[in-house]
């Protein structure tokens, strides 16, 4: 079983639509999958509420329910974090995971936020001791219009060092997990395909139209580098 867990104390940051959304991808791929949802607001849960039965399964399970435990057989256990979670409660969480997936939003104010939580995580026994995997994950990031794109392009291609509005943002964080050798494994863009399948219980994946599929090829970085070694820990 492959133990993912999307953390961030930052609140707002997308962390039961990344939940989701992987969900419903390995799902689809005809895995066993558990979603348990830790957040008192059971986001992920109402999320599957509101899943068609017709849908790939999937195990929808209440982390704060007393004696809650994983079921050993599946192959993938997805886990949502709360926002705001510190202390005993972050240590017992961070124990059940083998991969944490980190989200933050491009804004300074949350790349601040996160920073100083990564901070923190890494002082996280199993953290420290190298028994988990971590990597960040750029989301809802605003895409560039079309001229702008060209722009960037064009003035690269001439050796003009430009770069566009949410690479600058995302720069410092960037440099700081650099320095921690944490990887920055994907960008995701702000779109509105997330509702749509959001609402319907769907992962983007299932949506089956142009915009969604598009959205989609963002995730390829982040689900390669989930099947791949460097998202597990070694086992000795």
Known sequence: MHTILVLNSKGGCGKSTIATNLA???ARENKSVVLADFDPQGSSLQWLEARSPDRPRI??????????????????????????I??????????????????????????????????????????SRKETRLATIANRVPEAPAMARAAEIMLNGVNFPYQNVPGQIYRPLERFLTRLKIPFVA???????YALADARGLGICELGEPRSA????????????????????SRS
């Open 86 to 127: 510190h202390g005993a409660e972050l240590t017992t969480l961070v124990r059940r995971a083998q991969t944490i997936l980190i989200p933050v939003l491009p804004s300074a104010t949350d790349m601040r936020a996160t920073a100083r939580f990564v901070r923190n995580l890494l002082l996280v026994g199993k953290v």
């Open 59 to 84: 195990e929808g399970m209440a982390g704060l329910d007393a004696g809650f435990r994983l079921p050993r057989a599946v192959d993938y256990a997805i886990l949502d974090a709360p926002a705001g």
């Open 24 to 26: 419903a991808f390995y």
């Open 214 to 233: 598009w959205d989609f090829v963002r995730w390829r970085p982040l689900l390669e580098w989930l099947a791949s070694p460097q998202s597990q820990p």
């Open 187 to 193: 960008t995701l863009p702000d779109s509105p395909s």
